[in-house]
């Protein structure tokens, strides 16, 4: 008997995040991340998406990010800048400002990667070599740069950090690079004025996408936790049976936190997209059977994780059964139960997610794409001759990552990669693309394709353990700091100290604090400057944690926490997961 071989479903899950870089006591923003992702990676996305209208894929945007987005397209609205690169591209006399100032735009203006965003412009590698001249001179602030070398600084930094789609369709851009230096107060705020154009479109545009049907919209937890972690730092040694834990047994009062920032991501996502998320990207795609109970709780329908969990966890629900080959048990969903109910679990595919993510970037962008989708081919006949008798019930693949930390690396932003990629997975006879909404709508009718998993092995995506954010003495100690905070916050909210507005302020900087991005930064495997920069900001949250208590800070909290050491490859934003 010969079976029809079904198609394959993809789910591209893009996961936009950034975390709060606000400092609450002055309202400035510390890191200018979250606007410059926004003109480059998160506008190049929408772009590709509305040229590519038969792709279906879903985004995932954390809260705290599109919290922060709306804060830049308000301060466009009424005038008033709180982030001070953003400032000083608009400032009208550069040679009229502050050490502190010009130190900053010097400090902050090649932060980038330099072979794909400085060496093809001439003039901005020209401005690069000039700084590094006059620093060799031992020069270090630049004290004789003048205000239009650090104008055509500004101006050239913004411009790399335009995307690409932009880029193509903007004259202003296309004016400002073919004059390439000399830039005026008049060119510095066209440029300042189309960044908030970009920034006030993003929501929108976005939401247009989703309304159309063509991408799902799912949510993570509001700020970003390590959700299990929160609740149980044992949770830690499921996959790491011996791992060096704080010496807190736990985090005071952890599952009331996860809900928390899950009831509020589930709030402000409804609010604004008039819909509630059917599904969940847990920060960092961490879970463990306790989090998967309060998802349950939250009638959440679906969420996803990494493939090392799922051997993990096969290896805990079946141990004495060996693990098959991926293509047996990777590329269907699975159900986790609960008292109250269940959930779908999906498991990320970690070799196409991380060839997006690390390797492609290297390929001519039509020799990756069509790479991927020979990957996708051969994954579809290797599921159908292990599983032959499947019938049609078709396979579904998920590649999650960063939707935005891995385009810097590529040429052009991505551009060609991307756009090839949709433009054959549009034509695909075999393939198609779909969200995990319209997977699970497509399951009713056919239930066969899920499969129970009776137990889950606590882990991330990333090497599917806790291991980037606890074990490490620096990671121990921050969450040693957050432990003792947290018991402060939990005595004052008990007194009559703060007024209702008071604990509410409290509570949104409480959240910050517990961002899982901070544990990632610290370690010796990340380099010092971006180390020195979380430490920093990390610290200043638990500063104003206090402040907002009107308590103390410890003496501890003011002490840097980790120093970072030499960069290697597996240090940044990103990481491979295996």
């Known amino acids: 008997m010969i079976h029809h071989i079904p198609k394959l479903d993809l789910v591209l899950l893009w996961h936009m995040h950034q975390p709060d870089y606000r400092d609450s006591e002055t309202g400035e923003f510390v890191l200018p991340w979250v606007y410059l992702h926004a003109i480059k990676d998160y506008t190049d996305m929408a772009y590709h998406l509305e040229m590519h209208p038969d792709i279906r894929l879903g985004i995932n945007f954390v809260p705290i990010l599109l919290d922060q987005l709306e804060d830049y397209a308000d301060q466009f609205t009424h005038g008033k800048i709180r982030d001070p690169l953003l400032r000083l591209l608009a400032a009208p006399d550069l040679d009229r400002i502050s050490l502190s100032e010009r130190t900053l735009i010097l400090e902050s203006c090649f932060l980038s990667n330099h072979e794909t965003m400085l060496k093809p412009y001439p003039a901005y590698q020209h401005l690069r070599n000039l700084y590094d001249n006059l620093q060799q001179l031992g020069d270090k602030t630049l004290l004789y740069a003048s205000g239009q070398y650090l104008a055509d600084l500004l101006v050239w930094y913004h411009l790399a950090w335009t995307g690409e789609s932009v880029r193509r369709e903007n004259a202003c851009i296309v004016q400002l690079m073919s004059q390439g230096k000399l830039f005026s107060h008049d060119d510095r705020l066209r440029l300042f004025n189309l960044i908030g154009e970009l920034i006030q479109d993003l929501i929108p545009r976005y939401r247009k996408l989703a309304q159309s049907g063509q991408i799902e919209l799912s949510t993570t937890p509001h700020y970003h936790p390590l ?87 096969l290896r805990k629900s079946f141990p004495d059964q060996p693990l098959p080959a991926r293509s047996g048990y990777l590329y269907h969903p699975y159900s986790f139960q609960a008292e109250h109910g269940s959930t779908l679990c999906f498991f990320r595919d970690d070799q196409l997610s991380d060839m997006i993510g690390f390797e492609y970037s290297k390929w001519f962008g039509r020799d990756a794409a069509e790479n991927f989708v020979q990957r996708l081919e051969q994954i579809r006949h290797d599921v159908h001759h292990s599983h032959p008798s499947s019938g049609n019930t078709s396979p579904v693949v998920s590649v999650i990552l960063d939707g935005e930390n891995a385009w810097e690396f590529y040429p052009y932003n991505g551009y060609y990669f991307l756009n090839d990629l949709y433009e054959l997975l549009e034509k695909h006879p075999h393939i198609q693309t779909t969200t995990f909404q319209d997977y699970i709508a497509k399951l009713s009718q056919s239930r066969s394709a899920i499969k129970p998993l009776p137990a889950v092995a606590a882990g991330s995506w990333v090497y599917g353990s806790f291991s980037t954010w606890i074990g490490d003495p620096d990671k121990n100690l921050a969450w040693e700091l957050l432990c003792a905070a947290k018991q402060s916050y939990d005595l004052v909210l008990q007194s009559p100290r703060l007024t209702g507005t008071e604990k509410a302020a409290a509570q949104r900087q409480l959240a910050s604090c517990e961002s899982s991005d901070w544990f990632w930064w610290f370690g010796d495997y990340n380099s010092t400057q971006a180390v020195e920069s979380f430490d920093r900001l990390f610290r200043t949250n638990l500063a104003n944690l206090y402040r907002l208590l009107k308590i103390p800070a410890p003496v501890t909290v003011l002490e840097p926490i980790s120093h970072g050491g030499l960069s290697d490859s597996d240090s940044g934003a990103m990481r491979r997961a295996s």
Do not use: M
Request: proline share 9%; glycine share 10%.
């Open 227 to 313: 959700a299990p972690l929160l609740i149980d730092f044992t949770s830690a040694r499921d996959s790491l049976p011996g791992a060096v834990l704080p010496p807190h047994a736990s985090y005071p009062g952890g599952r009331e936190r996860v809900s928390f920032h899950l009831k509020s991501a589930k709030d402000s996502h409804t609010q604004r997209f008039g819909i509630q998320p059917a599904g969940i990207w847990p920060a960092e795609g961490a879970i463990s059977e306790p989090f998967l109970n309060i998802l349950i709780e939250n009638d959440c329908q679906w969420c996803a994780s990494g493939e090392g969990v799922l051997a993990n966890s």
